[in-house]
């Protein structure tokens, strides 16, 4: 694997104080302009916040109470939309899958930069909506928090506890199959 996939991972004890750059920020923006997009649709819109500013505060009143405890410190938080329509379930399933590819570039472009990212689902979507005036077509998908990493011995015992445990994932021969389902595409795959 490319290194920066390798070593993305999602963090939680980020620094409070650290800072991102314009350029950086606009790169990773970039990055999710760039994704693939079904039809060429560009369906995917952002919201942005930098540690301080007004939007970030109301993206940080939108967090549940587990993320609230870590994600006010990153840098940077992403507020990813994308427009689903009642009527078009085609173009709603790949609006959704558009935002999941933009979500990941933008996220590598993070690693990239020097960044972690960290992609959320625990928020409120009626605070979002009320707070940035999102409209009715626009659904929020996902928070990305932007962050640098902070000493582990800053970092409160709970947070650090979760960013030392184990990454795992099924291995490929549970997740790749070829002739039939089921069947690994290479039975002796590494986990
Ligand atoms: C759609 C989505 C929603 C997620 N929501 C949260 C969240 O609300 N809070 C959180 O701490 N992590 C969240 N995560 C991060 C996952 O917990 C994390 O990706 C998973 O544990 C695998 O760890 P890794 O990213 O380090 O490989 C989310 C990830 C995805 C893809």
């Known amino acids: 694997m490319h290194e920066l996939i390798r070593n993305r991972w999602s963090a939680r004890g980020y620094d409070p104080q650290a800072t991102i750059s314009e350029d950086s920020l606009i790169a990773i923006l970039e990055a999710g302009r760039w994704a693939p997009t079904w039809g060429s649709v560009q369906p995917v819109r952002v919201i942005v916040g930098t540690r301080g500013d007004e939007t970030f505060d109301g993206l940080v009143t939108a967090l549940t109470r587990g993320n609230a405890s870590w994600a006010p410190a990153a840098a940077a938080l992403i507020l990813v939309c994308t427009r689903v329509l009642e009527d078009d379930e085609k173009a709603s399933t790949y609006a959704v899958f558009d935002a999941g590819l933009a979500t990941s570039q933008m996220i590598l472009q993070a690693n990239a930069e020097g960044f972690n990212a960290h ?73």
């Open 119 to 191: 992609p959320m689902a625990g928020f409120e979507i009626d605070t979002v909506v009320e707070t940035f005036s999102i409209p009715a077509e626009q659904a929020p998908i996902a928070l990305i928090a932007v962050g640098k990493l902070a000493p582990r011995e800053t970092l409160d015992p709970s947070i650090a506890e979760r960013d030392d445990r184990e990454r795992t994932r099924l291995p490929l021969s549970e997740t790749a199959f070829a002739g039939s389902w089921g069947m690994p595409y290479r039975p002796d795959s590494p986990a």
